[in-house]
């Protein structure tokens, strides 16, 4: 389903992409923040640090005795922020997951104020030049370093508040990452439900309104036009569908037209000359009486040779009425259950002189069961006597013709075979065709219509015919009929 729809394509690409959008927003997001803080301005981190330092050292206020190490252990698990206490000896106490740098220490002046490597102990009061015993500035980078601020009791250093910075996309991704990913997961499935009803359905119900429009044009319904809704692409691919709807419409209407036109004329020509053919056969059979008939032997050949003519066509005309009243649905059928052996003796009975003039068999192949099928009994009649008289007339002297007949499930099939010099393969798509003539050489053999009023006849009656061939072996016309209801219950 996914590889031959151009809307799911079209929706997997816009999934794809925004998911791949919403990623690499998440990526920078967690990038920026670890670049800048967290997302927090540095005196952020510098008055958390001092926050701290303050309340130790009013609880040392409070309390003289206050074991600052315990107090530390247990404060540093409740701040909100990760703080280092660092001690004069270089220990320090952490929150659980905080890395502390090796040899982390306090800085030089703290220890100095602190007297652990001056054995007069601390100075007596503030440095020279009235500066603060120990300003509380940060250390480190200005940007990302460390923040520091020290805890001062009686005027002395007695520890060290150390922040690490939130630096570091790792810290970041553990602490916001999860809300971010759910965020964006929501996102996504949002923008592509909202994208699907706003965008790709409206789109795929005017293709599929497109595509309808052509499948039931392809099928024979010239008046369906698809919707010119919007505006866009899709609405010019439904104009001009709906262009080359109406330029093939009224091609089709103006072919319809010059067909019927011509099927007329054809029907009317035909039928005109049915009179003037008829009074030259008339004549022409006056000329051959006894008492009419030219006393020289070119006269005599000359009055045979008009009567053999007008009657080929008489016949010719016959055909093309025939053919025409078919195409036109002139002709109405008298449908009844019709016998197939019926069929085959009045054929090979009709055929039976032309066969044994011309030393040819015409052999009714048995079969064991009894085979009606539904139809015209005249017209069927005439379809197989037109086979059979064209595998008569391509079958040499000493060959046969084979009409043969058999059930396949609720259709009769009937052939008719001859041994003849067979049909090239390349003639066989267009022996069906009016006035089309394979063997050019005999070209005055027929009318060239026969096997098109087969076609046409067979057609009607909701059949098929077709025709395979073997050049020089064979040649096996075959009429696919629905076998009668009488004959389908036994």
């Known amino acids: 389903m996914f590889k031959g729809s151009l809307y799911w394509r079209i929706g997997l690409g816009f999934i794809f992409f925004l998911a791949l959008t919403l990623l690499l927003q998440f990526g920078l997001f967690i990038w920026v923040a670890g670049e800048t803080e967290g997302g927090m301005p540095e005196r952020m981190g510098r008055d958390f640090a001092e ?105 002395q250093v007695v520890a060290v508040v150390w922040v690490p910075p939130l630096t570091g996309w790792r810290r970041v991704a553990d602490e916001i990452g999860a809300p971010l990913a759910l965020g964006a997961i929501l996102l996504l499935v949002a923008g592509t439900a909202i994208a699907a009803l706003v965008i790709f359905r409206p789109a795929q119900a005017r293709l599929r309104a497109v595509e309808d429009a052509a499948r039931r044009f392809g099928e024979g319904d010239l008046s369906v036009r698809a919707p010119e809704l919007g505006g866009d692409e899709v609405a010019a691919v439904a104009a001009a569908f709906n262009r080359m709807a109406s330029d093939l419409a009224a091609r089709q209407a103006q072919l319809g037209e010059a067909d019927r036109a011509r099927r007329q004329l054809l029907a009317d020509v035909s039928h005109e000359l049915m009179t003037p053919l008829t009074a030259i056969r008339g004549y022409a059979e006056t000329l051959a009486l006894p008492q009419f008939v030219p006393t020289s032997k070119e006269g005599q050949r000359a009055v045979r040779v008009i009567h053999e003519e007008s009657e080929r066509i008489e016949r010719l005309v016959r055909d093309l009425l025939d053919l025409a009243r078919f195409e036109a649905g002139g002709i109405s059928l008298a449908l009844e259950s019709v016998d197939v052996d019926e069929i085959f003796e009045r054929v090979s009975e009709r055929h039976a002189q032309a066969a044994q003039d011309k030393g040819v068999k015409i052999v009714i192949e048995p079969h064991d069961e009894d085979l009606r099928m539904t139809g015209d009994p005249h017209r069927l009649e005439q379809a197989v006597q037109n086979l059979a008289s064209n595998a008569l007339r391509h079958t040499p002297p000493g060959g046969a013709v084979r009409l043969g007949a058999a059930r396949e499930g609720e259709k009769v099939r009937l052939t008719v075979t001859d041994n003849g010099v067979g049909i090239a393969e390349e003639h066989l798509p267009h022996v069906f065709d009016r006035f089309y003539k394979a063997d050019q050489s005999r070209s005055q053999a027929g009318s060239g219509l026969g096997l098109s009023i087969v076609k046409a006849i067979v057609e009607r009656h909701g059949g098929s015919v077709a025709v395979r061939s073997r050049a020089g072996a064979e040649t096996v016309f075959e009429i696919v009929l629905p076998a009668s209801a009488e004959a389908s219950a036994r």
């Open 51 to 155: 926050l701290v330092a303050s309340e130790f050292e009013s609880a040392l206020a409070r309390d003289p005795q206050l074991n600052l190490r315990g107090y530390a252990e247990k404060r540093v698990n409740e701040l909100h922020r990760p703080a280092v206490i660092v001690f004069a000896d270089g220990s320090a106490v952490a929150p659980p997951g905080t890395a502390i740098p090796r040899g982390m220490r306090m800085p030089g002046p703290f220890k100095r104020r602190m007297g652990s490597d001056d054995r007069r102990g601390p100075p007596p009061g503030p440095p020279p030049g009235g500066a603060p015993m120990l300003p509380r500035m940060p250390f480190g980078s200005p940007r990302r370093g460390p923040v520091m601020a020290p805890i001062q009791h009686n005027d």
